[in-house]
T-cell receptor
Framework: SQTIHQWPATLVQPVGSPLSLECTVE??????LYWYRQAAGRGLQLLFY??????ISSEVPQNLSASRPQDRQFILSSKKLLLSDSGFYLC??????????FGPGTRLTVL | QKEVEQNSGPLSVPEGAIASLNCTYS??????FFWYRQYSGKSPELIMS????GDKEDGRFTAQLNKASQYVSLLIRDSQPSDSATYLC????????FGKGTRLHILP
């Protein structure tokens, strides 16, 4: 069966610091991978998605970037965090491109 | 701008009763519809998918879809305290759009 991991689970970072969040999927090959952010009082916002290694599509212009160095690894990064980057970051995978399944998430607080 | 609308709640339902959650969407081209359950502090969990008009039942859950009215609903029969959560409606055409969710509280 498929399993998705995210780390770290929680993170507190100062404004202006860099960020790296990692997501890995087990038990499947060539999944579609997605990064979402869920901010307090707001819905799930799609940030990036990837249909294969090195293929990244950005949905929202901002100071975040994503990379997919391996088939089952998806990384979310920032060079300088803003207060507005605080939120619950969720990685999701899909094999069919229809149903999406979420990882446990990383709760980021920027101070 | 494609939108998915849900009443934020909270919706309070007595234990053992039927909980009815509703969702409307703006994009008539949408083909796939989902309900996710999200417990406080946790990630969303896919509980139902529906692709054609009518009802789809899975255990205590029934999803209902009416594409003409652009309306999706989720019924939870015999509500349990463990059903207390936020329920997210999601609609997909080329991309998935999520509603902000309805908070459901089952009263013991």
């Amino acid at each position: 069966s498929q399993t998705i991991h995210q780390w770290p689970a929680t993170l507190v970072q100062p404004v202006g610091s860099p960020l790296s969040l990692e997501c890995t999927v087990e038990g499947t090959s060539n999944p579609n991978l997605y990064w979402y952010r869920q901010a307090a009082g707001r819905g799930l916002q799609l940030l990036f998605y990837s249909v294969g290694i090195g293929q990244i599509s950005s949905e929202v212009p901002q100071n975040l970037s994503a990379s997919r160095p391996q088939d089952r690894q998806f990384i979310l990064s920032s060079k300088k965090l803003l207060l507005s980057d605080s939120g619950f970051y969720l990685c999701a995978w899909s094999v069919t491109g229809v149903e999406q399944f979420f990882g446990p998430g990383t709760r980021l607080t920027v101070l | 701008q494609k939108e998915v609308e849900q009443n934020s709640g909270p919706l309070s339902v007595p234990e053992g009763a039927i909980a009815s959650l509703n969702c409307t969407y703006s994009d008539r081209g949408s083909q796939s519809f989902f309900w996710y359950r999200q417990y406080s502090g946790k990630s969303p969990e896919l509980i139902m998918s529906i692709y054609s008009n009518g009802d789809k039942e899975d255990g205590r859950f029934t999803a209902q879809l009416n594409k003409a009215s652009q309306y999706v609903s989720l019924l939870i029969r015999d509500s349990q305290p463990s059903d207390s959560a936020t329920y997210l409606c999601a609609v997909k055409d080329d991309k998935i759009i999520f509603g902000k969710g309805t908070r459901l509280h089952i009263l013991p």
